[in-house]
C-alpha cells in the first residue's frame, strides 16, 4: 500500500531514460512528498516502468491529463488505480461535467480511492493562449469557473498554477485539493512556465502539494536540492 505524503512536494521525474528515472526515485522518494510522473515516461514505459521508480509505497502522483468520453476515462482511471495504485490522478477539467463525474465515480470503487485532480489551465498557458483557441475569458476566470465545475461533480481537487490559488480557496473552500505546479525557487529559470511563484508563496497561498521538477531533478545534487526546497517550507 503506498504511503501517505510526509511532506508538501512532489518531485516530477521528467526524465525518459528508464535508468535515470530509477536512480532519481530511489533518491528522491524517500525525501520529497512523493514522486510525479506523466504522459513522457508512461508511453515510454507504460506501469511497469512506473512501479520501477517509484515501488508498491512510495507516494505516486501519476499525471496522465484524462481527457475523452466519460466512459472511457472511467475505464482508464480503473486500469490505472488496479495497475499502479497511485495516491492522486489527472484528468481535464474541460472534459465537462459528465466525464469529470465518471472519472470520480470509478475513484471511489476502490478501497482506498485515489485523489482525482482537475487540470484547469496549463501553467503554460496565459490569456493570448485561451483566446487562440477561442475562450474569451481571462486565465483567473477560465480556472476557477473549471474548478467550479470539477468540485461539483466530485473531483477531489484541481491542478492550478499558483497565481490561482487564493481565489480558488475563495470559491472553493479549505477542503477542496490544491496541487500546483509552476513552482520555481527564487532564482530559478522559469522554463516553459508563465504562471510561476516559489514554493513558501504557494503554501502560503494554500496549496495542499507542489510540483517540483527541474529545480531538483536538473540540480548537480537532486537530494540536497530537494532537502533545501523542503526545509525552506517549515
Not at 477531489?156 to 481565489?167: D, F, H, R, V
Not at 516553459?192 to 527541474?214: C, H, N, S
Request: hydrophobic share 45%; with cysteine; proline share 6%.
Amino acid at each position: 500500500m503506498r504511503q501517505v505524503p510526509q511532506n508538501p512536494v512532489f518531485t516530477a521525474i521528467d526524465k525518459n531514460d528508464l535508468g535515470v528515472a530509477k536512480g532519481l526515485g530511489a533518491e528522491l522518494g524517500s525525501i520529497s512528498g512523493g514522486i510525479k510522473l506523466g504522459k513522457e515516461f508512461f508511453t515510454a514505459h507504460g506501469p511497469s516502468g512506473i512501479l520501477d521508480v517509484v515501488g508498491k509505497t512510495t507516494p505516486l502522483f501519476l499525471d496522465l491529463k484524462f481527457h475523452d468520453i466519460p466512459n472511457t476515462v472511467a475505464g482508464a482511471v480503473r486500469s490505472a488505480t488496479k495497475a499502479m495504485s497511485p495516491n492522486m490522478m489527472t484528468i481535464h477539467a474541460s472534459g465537462g461535467p459528465a466525464m469529470i463525474r465518471a472519472a470520480s465515480d470509478a475513484a471511489s470503487e476502490f478501497e482506498v480511492a485515489p485523489w482525482i485532480l482537475a487540470v484547469t489551465v496549463l501553467t503554460s498557458m496565459d490569456d493570448a493562449d485561451l483566446n487562440a483557441i477561442g475562450v474569451s475569458a481571462d486565465t483567473q476566470d477560465q480556472v476557477l469557473r473549471l474548478a467550479a465545475l470539477a468540485q461539483a461533480n466530485g473531483a477531489t481537487g484541481a491542478i492550478c498554477s499558483p497565481l490561482e490559488i487564493a481565489a480558488i480557496r475563495r470559491e472553493c473552500g479549505p477542503d477542496f485539493k490544491l496541487v500546483v505546479p509552476g513552482i520555481r525557487p527564487a532564482g530559478s529559470d522559469h522554463g516553459d512556465q508563465k504562471r510561476v511563484k516559489t514554493p513558501i508563496e504557494a503554501l502560503q497561498d494554500g496549496a495542499d502539494y507542489l510540483v517540483i521538477g527541474r529545480p531538483i531533478t536538473g540540480a548537480s545534487n537532486p537530494a540536497a536540492a530537494a532537502t533545501d526546497i523542503i526545509a525552506g517550507l517549515s
